[in-house]
């Protein structure tokens, strides 16, 4: 079965640091992976994927992640966080499962709090 | 990218009364996707619509509680049936394009 863990629930990041967000997946076959963002009362926004090549993606606003197979993750990372980048960030992996390979399945999402 | 209009954005509901939601997309696209988050929650998939034959449903999803339609390739509609407060969420379709995936900007759904 295929599934998405992220492993916090919320990151806390002060404006100007760095930040990740953590992301790993189970699924079969080569996997597409996915980072949307959610801020409150708007809809769910793409922010990078990763298909195939370069292990490293970039995205909008400055985000970027890395693709590591061995350790089957997919954290999503920015230099330097803003106060607006305080948003819900979900994790996502193309499937397979009744309904045909290529469902999207989300993680259960994490919340990123930035303080001045 | 595909665009899709979602509709309607929000709606109050009596319990026990149904509720139909439809998407269209600016272009053909094979599968529609369905997806309901409950507040303060992730995007759980309901089923996967394709034209021209039954939805697929995931596991805790019926037909005869999500019935959903699919008459072409550009459209469908997910029917939230005999509603109950539970019933409570976001609900927001998809589609895939060229291994992207587009989301409509939901319906939030309160049911009384």
Known sequence: ?116 | SAVISQKPSRDICQRGTSLTIQCQVDSQVTMMFWYRQQPGQSLTLIATANQGSEATYESGFVIDKFPISRPNLTFSTLTVSNMSPEDSSIYLCSVERGAGYTFGSGTRLTVV
Request: charged fraction near 15%; proline fraction near 5%; hydrophobic fraction near 35%.
């Open chain 1, 1 to 116: 079965a295929q599934s998405v863990a992220q492993p916090e629930d919320q990151v806390n990041v002060a404006e100007g640091n760095p930040l990740t967000v953590k992301c790993t997946y189970s699924v079969s076959g080569n996997p597409y992976l996915f980072w949307y963002v959610q801020y409150p009362n708007r809809g769910l926004q793409f922010l990078l994927k990763y298909i195939t090549g370069d292990n490293l993606v970039k995205g909008s606003y400055g985000f970027e992640a890395e693709f590591n197979k061995s350790q089957t993750s997919f954290h999503l990372k920015k230099p330097s966080a803003l106060v607006s980048d305080s948003a819900l960030y979900f994790c996502a992996v193309r499937g397979g499962g009744s309904g045909g390979y290529n469902k999207l399945i989300f993680g259960a999402g994490t919340r990123l709090a930035l303080h001045p």
